[in-house]
């Protein structure tokens, strides 16, 4: 089965700039999300298609791929961004598109 | 803007049914997919199944055999079944809304969620 592949943490000082990456095989072929999901919360979506961002997602936030990997990245991190970061693709080699979540990356804000 | 919510019974048995439901409301449920996604406690996301409003469905290969989703447009609810439940279905279940294309290659993403509600298995 298809698998999309993160780091379990990525650590950052405030004001830095903070980058979670993404890999998995058809990502050359598929677009890749991002969800932010804070303790006790519902996941929020923070970019689409690669590198889109949804409106009231602020603009440090950004989104890019190259080739297998796709990254967030967070400029400028603030407190308010440690979170959990889910990346999420589809797989459609089979006969139905299948929806599939990365692992999930912990962003600690030092 | 539109909302989701989630309910249903907090605790089921071994072997039982779960069921849920998700009501929408600040929005119609015609024209969109809607998915249920789920989270052990302390683990990651995984993708339930996903329903578009005329009743077409599409399910984790993992699940397929115990996974019913539905639809009621008439009170703009859609619905999950999961049968034979046990400990390790025990999570977070949330309900959210779909986007679904074919251009440039087929995707689907999740852009609304509602705020989950948590379902226990045990005896």
């Known amino acids: 089965s298809y698998e999309l592949t993160q780091p379990p943490s990525v650590s950052v000082s405030p004001g830095q700039t903070a980058r979670i990456t993404c890999s998995g095989d058809?990502?050359?072929?598929?677009?890749a999300y991002w969800y932010q999901q804070k303790p006790g919360q519902a996941p929020v979506l923070v970019i689409y298609k690669d590198s889109e961002r949804p409106s009231g997602i602020p603009e440090r936030f950004s989104g890019s791929s190259s080739g297998t990997t796709v990254t967030l990245t967070i400029s400028g991190v603030q407190a308010e961004d440690e979170a959990d970061y889910y990346c999420q693709s589809a797989d459609s080699s089979g006969t139905y598109l299948h929806v599939v979540f990365g692992g999930g990356t912990k962003l600690t804000v030092l | 803007q539109v909302q989701l919510q989630e309910s249903g019974p907090g605790l089921v048995k071994p072997s039982e049914t779960l069921s849920l439901t998700c009501t929408v409301s600040?929005?119609?449920?015609?024209?969109?997919?809607w998915s249920w996604i789920r989270q052990p406690p302390g683990k990651g996301l995984e993708w339930i199944g996903y329903i578009y409003y005329s009743g077409s469905t599409n399910y984790n290969p993992s699940l397929k055999s115990r996974v019913t989703i539905s639809v009621d447009t008439s009170k703009n609810q859609f619905s999950l079944k999961l049968s034979s439940v046990t400990a390790a279905d025990t999570a977070v279940y949330y309900c959210?809304?779909?986007?679904?294309?074919?251009?440039?290659?087929?995707?689907?993403?999740?852009?609304?969620w509602g705020k989950g509600t948590t379902v226990t298995v045990s005896s």
């Open positions: 959210a809304r779909g986007v679904r294309g074919v251009i440039p290659y087929y995707y689907y993403y999740m852009d609304v």
């Open positions: 058809a990502l050359p072929k598929q677009y």
């Open positions: 600040g929005g119609s449920i015609s024209s969109y997919y």
